[in-house]
T-cell receptor, first 113, second 113 residues
């Protein structure tokens, strides 16, 4: 039972570098999400994909892009990383668009120096 | 826009003692409310949710929460805490469109032996 799988688990970048965080789910869920978690701020939604072929901005989309590659995979790209993007990133999925229950990956800890 | 406040950043209780974690929300209509738990190094797991009906909601791991509209609260309770309950707890509210969860800042629970 893999559930939601994120890679990598840890990453250190220099300012201005780019990278892509990968996420895949094996539960045949329609909706997928990318959150960032910062101390004292809970989780904030970056982007989501209600269904294959669609993506929408969340609360904090600036500096990020996403691709819903197929129903299973939803990637998050940082084109030019900034120290403010140092955070823990979580991918999640849910069966329907009304995210009644989210299933989370185990997170990616990203540091931008 | 909706918001969620968790007034207690840290709480320490003794094993076997009762627990109440506070959550206050701001939302114009009848809210859809959630509690999630995050164990160290893991993603979030749904404990329980309230959509409508009975205001006392039972969840997994012996947790319950009570929705009080007059107080705009959705506090999480457990009668007897176990050491394995040590984790961070997040309250969340779903937006009108049903496509975005807003999380509180979280409460970190520590359990003394």
């Amino acid at each position: 039972n893999a559930g939601v799988t994120q890679t990598p688990k840890f990453q250190v970048l220099k300012t201005g570098q780019s990278m892509t965080l990968q996420c895949a789910q094996d539960m045949n869920h329609n909706s997928m999400y990318w959150y960032r978690q910062d101390p004292g701020m809970g989780l904030r939604l970056i982007y989501y994909s209600a269904s294959e072929g669609t993506t929408d901005k969340g609360e904090v989309p600036n500096g990020y892009n996403v691709s819903r590659l197929n129903k299973r995979e939803f990637s998050l790209r940082l084109e030019s990383a900034a120290p403010s993007q140092t955070s823990v990133y979580f991918c999640a999925s849910s069966e329907r668009t009304t995210n009644e229950k989210l299933f989370f990956g185990s997170g990616t800890q990203l540091s931008v120096l | 826009a909706q918001s969620v406040t968790q007034p207690d950043i840290h709480i320490t209780v003794s094993e076997g003692a009762s627990l109440e974690l506070r959550c206050n929300y701001s939302y114009g209509a009848t809210p859809y409310l959630f509690w999630y738990v995050q164990s160290p190094g893991q993603g979030l797991q749904l404990l329980l949710k309230y959509f409508s009906g009975d205001t006392l909601v039972q969840g997994i791991k012996g947790f319950e929460a009570e929705f009080k509209r007059s107080q705009s609260s959705f506090n999480l309770r457990k009668p007897s805490v176990h050491w394995s309950d040590a984790a961070e707890y997040f309250c969340a509210v779903l937006n009108n469109a049903g496509n975005m969860l807003t999380f509180g800042g979280g409460t970190r629970l520590m359990v003394k032996p």
